[in-house]
C-alpha cells in the first residue's frame, strides 16, 4: 500500500498571456545585459578614439560566453513559465505501480524499467532539444505493452555556426533558439494540463515520456529452439519412445557396487545327482542393472549378471491355470542347444494365476524411503518420487499408503492414508530431500511397526523399500537385518526391494533383504522401467498368490546323462528341502510367470564331465525302446498360497512328445528366452557356449521377438548389439 502524501493548496492556473510576458521581460533583459557588457569588453565598437588592439583569440571565447549566458537565461525562463505546471503535478499523488523514469531517454534509446516505490509525481523535466517531437499522449493510465517502431536517432551535427564568431548573430541566434523553447514549453504545459484534468491519463510529462519510451521498447527475441531431449538407452525398437534414459550424476560414485559372489553352476552327472531344487521367484533387478551399465557404454561385472533373472525379465505366452485355487500350470519344451551339437535344453515355464481386479485385495503399504546423501543423484530420489507417484495410480479408495523415510535417523512422514487422498500423498513425497547418514535398520524397524499397526487380515500388508541399499548407520550388518525380516514375514507382512543409483549400489543387500521378506528386487534406472515395474505389473508386483514356491526335477539316468541348471546359484536349495514347509522359498505375484532352463547331454551324446574308468557303465543311448526313456524327466512345484501355512504341490512329466527336431521349429517363447540366456552366459564369460557369440544371440533374438506390445524384446535385440562395443571398465571421472 503506498504511503499517504500531504495534500498541496491549489496552485493558480497559468495564464498563457502571463506566460508570453514573462518571456517578453526575460528577453529584454537579456537585451540590456549584452548592451552593458559590450562597451567594456569592445571600445573599439563605441567610437573610443584609442586604436583597438587585435583580440582576435578572444572573440571565440568570448562568443562562447555569451552563448552559454543566453542559454542559461533561456533555461531560467522556462523554468518560470513551467513552476506552476510543476506545482499542479505534485499534488496529485503518484500511481501506486507503473514505470517510471527520473531523466527523459535519449532519442532511440529505450531505457530499462525500474521498480520505485509509489510517491508524489516528479517534477516536470528538463525541455528537449526543439528537434525531439514532444511525447505522446497515453489514452490509457495502464496501456498495453505493444511493439512499437523505435524511434530513429537524429545525426549529430559536427560543424561549428558559422555565425559563432559574430555577436549580433549570436544573439539573433540565442532569441530565436529561446523563442523556440517557450512555445515547445507552452506545447508541453497544454499537454501536462490535459493529463493532470484526465485522471485516466498519465500525471506528468516525465511519465508520459518513460511510458512513450516503454511502448518503444522492442520485444523480446525468441528463445532459442531447445535441443531435442536425449529419449531411450540408444537401443532402438519401441522401447526409446518408453524410457528416458537417466545420464549418471558428475558426483555419482563409481566402483562401489557389491554384489554376492556364487560360483557359476556346472554339469552334474545324473548317476549322482539326479534331482535339481531351487526357489523360484520372478526378481528382476539383474536386467536392469545391466541395461544401466550398458546405456553407460561399460560391461556390467559378472556377478551383477544373474541369468534367471534376465530370462524371468520378459513375459511369456504360457498357457495358463483355470482358477486361483490351483495357482499354475506348467508348461514343458524340449529343443536343440544352438551352442553345443549333441546337447538340448528343457525349458520348464510356470504360468501363474491373474487376479481380475474384482478378485484383488486392499492393499496395506508403507513406503520406506531411503532420503540419505547418496541419494541425492537425478536417477535416485528424484525417479524414487516419480515411480512412487505412478504407483498411485494403480491403488483405489480401498488401499493405504504411508511413508517412513531414513536418512541420519528414521522417522514417519505420513500415516496411513486412504490411496485416493492423492494430493495429500504426493505433497509429501515431493517434499523429501536428500541428505544425512543412512539408518537403514532403523527405517526398516518403524516401517514394519508402522505396518503392522495398520495391519488388515484380509489383505496384503507389504513394505516397499526404495534405496541404494547404502547402510552406514545403526544397525547395517546383513544377517542381523535378513534376520529381522524374516521374523517379520511370519506375522504376514511381505517386503518387495527397489533399487536406484550405480556406484554404491548394494545388491548384495537388496537381494538378501528380499528373499527373506518374501518379496522380489527391481532395479529402477529409467522411468520406463518405473512404469513397467509399478504400472504396468502393479498387480504382479504387490499382489502375491503364492509364497514359498520352489521347483524340483528329477533327470531319468535313462534318457539323461548329464545335466546343468543355468543361474539360479544364489536360489539353490537341498534335496529335503522341498518337501519341509519351513525352509522359505520365494513369491511369486498375479500373473506372472516362471522360466527355468536345464542345459542336458543326452544318454549316449558328447559328455562334458568325461568318462569315469571305474565307474558304472553309462546307459546306451536312449531310444523309445523302453518306458523309462519316454520322459527326460519329471518337474514337481511346490507352493503355499498367501494365507495358508501347508504346502501344495502340483506335477508333471518331461515328454518326448513335444520334442522340437530342430531349433528353429522350437516354440518362439522358448527360442527367446534361450537367446536371453544366451546372452547372460556370454556376460559371465561363455565357459560352455563354445564359438557361441553376440551375434547369433541377436540373429535368435530378432526372429523370435514375436508380439512386442512394450518394446522389452526389440529393447533387447539393440542391447545385445550394444554390449558387442562396451568397455570392459568404466573410465574414471574426473
Known sequence: ????????????????????AALGVALARFDAAQGRHG??????????????????????????????????????AVALIAAPIAWEAAREPAPESGPRSDAPPPPGTAPTPKDEPAGPAAPAPLPARPSEPPAAELPTPAPRIVQAEPRKPEPLKTEPPKDEARPGAAAATARETARETARETAERARSAEAAAAAPARARSLGQQESRAALLAVPPPPAPAPRAAPMVGLGFGGDAPARRAAEAPSASEPAGGDR?????????????????STVSIDVDTASYGFVRAALARNVLPPKDAVRPEEMINYFPYAYPGPADAEAPFRIDAAVLPSPWAAGRKIVRIGVQGYALRPAERPAANLVFLIDTSGSMGSPNRLPLVKQALAMLLTRLDRRDRVAIVTYAGQAGIALEPTPADQARRILGVIDGLEAGGGTAGGEGLRQAYALA?????PNGVNRVVLATDGDFNVGIAGREALTDFVSRERGKGIFLSVLGFGMGNYNDALMQALAQNGNGAAAY????????????EEATATLIPIAKDVKIQVEFNPAAVAEYRLIGYETRALAREDFSNDAVDA??????????ALYEIVPTGGPSVLGRLRYGKAEPKAAGTGTGDAAEYGHVAVRYKLPDEAGSRLIEAPIGRAGEAAAFAEAPQEARFAVAVAGFAEILRGG????????DDVARIAAAAKGEDPYGYRGEFVQLVRAAKTAKALAPLRP
Open 524 to 535: 529402477i534406472d529409467t522411468l520406463g522401467e518405473a512404469r513397467k515395474v509399478l504400472v
Open 259 to 275: 554384489f554376492a559372489a556364487a560360483a557359476q553352476s556346472g554339469f552334474h552327472a545324473v548317476a549322482e545327482q539326479p534331482v
Open 452 to 456: 503392522e499397526r495398520s495391519l488388515d
Open 39 to 76: 562597451p567594456s569588453r569592445h571600445p573599439s565598437h563605441q567610437g573610443n578614439p584609442e586604436p583597438a588592439r587585435p583580440r582576435r583569440r578572444n572573440a571565440v571565447p568570448e562568443t562562447r560566453f555569451m552563448a552559454r549566458t543566453r542559454l542559461a537565461v533561456a533555461t531560467i
Open 687 to 694: 565357459k560352455y557356449l563354445g564359438g557361441f557369440n553376440l
Open 586 to 595: 520365494g513369491e511369486v505375484g498375479s500373473g506372472q510367470s516362471v522360466t
Open 1 to 20: 500500500m503506498a504511503p499517504e502524501t500531504e495534500t498541496l493548496p491549489p496552485a493558480p492556473a497559468p495564464d498563457p498571456a502571463a506566460r508570453e
